[in-house]
Each structure stands twice: as C-alpha cells, then as structure tokens.
C-alpha cells in the first residue's frame, strides 16, 4: 500500500497566517492527490483534485501544489471558517490511501 | 444540489451482518461510479470500495473485500453495503460518496460493533 504521511499532526494558526499542510507518498502517484476539510460533526469536504486544481466554490485562498513526492495544500489569509480538519488522499493506486489528518486550529 | 442519505447503522453484535445502505438525488445515479469510505472514532479515514455505475465492476480494500459487498439499485438511486462476520474494529462512521474518488459525502451513518 502507499504510504501518506501527512504533517503535521495539530496546527495552531492566527486569523490571517498564511499556512501549510503536507503529505509525502511513499511511492509516486503522479497528480493523483486530492485534499479534503472537515469541520467539526460535519462530513468532509472536497478541496483540490489533481494536486493543484480548486474544486468547484472553494475559495481562491486555497492551493494546492507538488515537489517531487510531496504534495502540499496553502491557505493564504486564514479565516475563522478554515478550522478543520484536512485530509490528503493518493487515488494512483489501489487500495486508494488517506494521511492521517491535520487539525488546523485557532492559536 | 447533490444529496446522499445514509441509513441502517446503529449497534450490532460481533460476528452478525449489517447493510447500510444511501439514497441519492440530485444528480443522474446511473452515471457515476459510487464509493464508500469509513472513519474511525480516532478520526482515521479508510477507503472501502467501488462500484461502476451499471454495477458491473466493483474494487475493494485487500482488507475487507473477503467481508464486504457493495452493490447498488439504479432505479431506486440506492447505494448498499453489506458488511459480514463484523468485528470491533469495524465501529465506524460509513460514509457513501458520490463518484469513484469522493467529489460529495452524506452524512455518514455510525456503526457500532460490541457484545
């Protein structure tokens, strides 16, 4: 199976910050990452698809980027309703893969 | 808008079956691969499977494939899951998705394996 390890685990964040969540593959995925919110007692979200591509209403200050195995997902200006938890997901390969999770909370 | 509404979760004993099953609207059922996905109470995700539209195909996790079936009833627009020989580990919020890799998620269903 491939490997996602998402870092990091809990990330404390001011309104405003520009931050950034990771997932390294243990093996190549191409562009076949896709990252997910969740917010509290809600179901999760899609975000970007293709590594790089915003899925259809989510906010500009979303971004998804590569460097080689690690896939990266940047909000830039964080506001109140970004807390939640983010999910990568490697769809390459079966059995497809999650990272761990990032909660991404208010400082 | 898209909708995905799960059901028949709830508290069952190890060893027993269960199927859970998604009602959907809001898009053409027929057309889209349909998935389920799972979290654990600790807030793990974990793929399940796969079926084609026509449910001629279907994929699984290596894990779970020798107990799990998925299977769905286009003219009712209605995803199942039959899950068998359940264990503790199973305990989990079963989510139904639209499409082959997640585009919408219901609401989840929880499901609850103890003695």
């Known amino acids: 199976d491939i490997q996602m390890t998402q870092s990091p685990s809990s990330l404390p964040a001011s309104l405003g910050d520009r931050v950034t969540i990771t997932c390294r593959t243990s093996q190549d995925i191409g562009n076949y990452l896709r990252w997910f919110q969740q917010k509290p007692g809600k179901s999760p979200r899609l975000m970007i698809y293709g590594a790089t591509n915003l899925a259809k209403g989510v906010p500009s200050r979303f971004s998804g980027s590569r460097s080689g195995s690690d896939y990266s997902l940047t909000i830039n200006s964080l506001e109140s309703e970004d807390m939640a938890i983010y999910y990568c997901l490697q769809y390459n390969e079966y059995p497809f893969t999650f990272g761990s999770g990032t909660k991404l909370e208010i400082k | 808008e898209v909708q995905l509404v799960e059901s028949g979760g709830g508290l069952v004993q190890p060893g027993t079956s269960l199927k859970v099953s998604c009602v959907a609207s809001?898009?053409?059922?027929?057309?889209?691969?349909m998935s389920w996905v799972r979290q654990t109470p600790g807030k793990t995700m974990e793929w399940i499977g796969k079926i084609k539209y026509d449910g001629s195909q279907t994929n699984y996790a290596p894990s779970l494939k020798n107990r799990f079936k998925i299977s769905r009833d286009n003219a009712k627009s209605t995803l199942h899951l039959l899950m068998t020989n359940v264990k503790s580990e199973d305990t989990a919020t079963y989510y139904c998705?639209?499409?082959?890799?997640?585009?919408?998620w219901g609401q989840g269903v929880m499901v609850t394996v103890s003695s």
């Open positions: 809001g898009f053409t059922f027929s057309d889209y691969w």
């Open positions: 998705t639209m499409g082959a890799y997640f585009d919408n």
